[in-house]
């Protein structure tokens, strides 16, 4: 079974902190996601990557950024938390020859103060 | 642009009773349709998929009918169940120079025994 890792479950930062979220795939999945999840919304994707060093902008890139150094991590980066980006954060990943199947992480439920 | 839209949550079933939630799309060209479910606590995982117009998916007595000429993608069961209690989102990904998946808001679905 694809397997993808977030490496915190929940955090709380204050204001104007550097936040880093982590997420590991293990099946190497060229394809890597960051979404941010919120009610009413749903599922809004921030940033994604199709290959090592290589990011995309999603629909809302707005204060966040990403680091893919290797294949299997790939890292959002919150450069200056502010209180509206509380919010439970997803990583996914999908492999090359399915692109469009993709498998989450359980989540990062990230509160700023 | 590409769009999804599923009926507003929550909704309140008793054990055994027949669920639908409604999903329709908007989309340029031919997506491909699927239903994702979030039990408590963990993150989205695929639960069925279409591809073309016409297709049905199915999964653990899930189903769901491509209805291209009504641009749906409705989620059926016939008897639902306590452990059926999730949050069910429905999805299309297309190829437009990249696959991007559109998430709809999501669906609470609580099923009292």
């Known amino acids: 079974d694809v397997k993808v890792t977030q490496s915190s479950r929940y955090l709380v930062k204050r204001t104007g902190e550097k936040v880093f979220l982590e997420c590991v795939q293990d099946?190497?999945?060229?394809?890597m996601f960051w979404y941010r999840q919120d009610p009413g919304l749903g599922l809004r994707l921030i940033y994604f990557s199709y290959d090592v060093k290589m990011k995309e902008k999603g629909d809302i890139p707005e204060g966040y950024s990403v680091s893919r150094e290797k294949k299997e991590r790939f890292s959002l980066i919150l450069e200056s938390a502010s209180t509206n980006q509380t919010s439970m954060y997803l990583c996914?990943?999908?492999?090359?020859?399915?692109?469009?199947?993709?498998?989450f992480g359980a989540g990062t439920r990230l509160s700023v103060l | 642009g590409n769009s999804v839209t599923q009926m507003e949550g929550p909704v309140t079933l008793s054990e055994e009773a027949f669920l639908t939630i409604n999903c329709t799309y908007t989309a340029t060209g031919y997506p491909s349709l699927f239903w994702y479910v979030q039990y408590p606590g963990e993150g989205l995982q695929l639960l069925l998929k279409a591809t073309k117009a016409d297709d049905k998916g199915s999964n653990k007595g899930f189903e769901a009918t491509y209805r291209k000429e009504t641009t749906s993608f409705h989620l059926e069961k016939g008897s639902v169940q306590v452990s059926d209690s999730a949050v069910y989102f429905c999805a299309l990904s297309e190829y437009t120079g990249g696959f991007k998946t559109i998430f709809g808001a999501g669906t609470r679905l609580f099923v009292k025994a």
């Open positions: 099946m190497d999945h060229e394809n």
């Open positions: 996914a990943s999908s492999w090359q020859g399915a692109k469009n199947i993709q498998y």
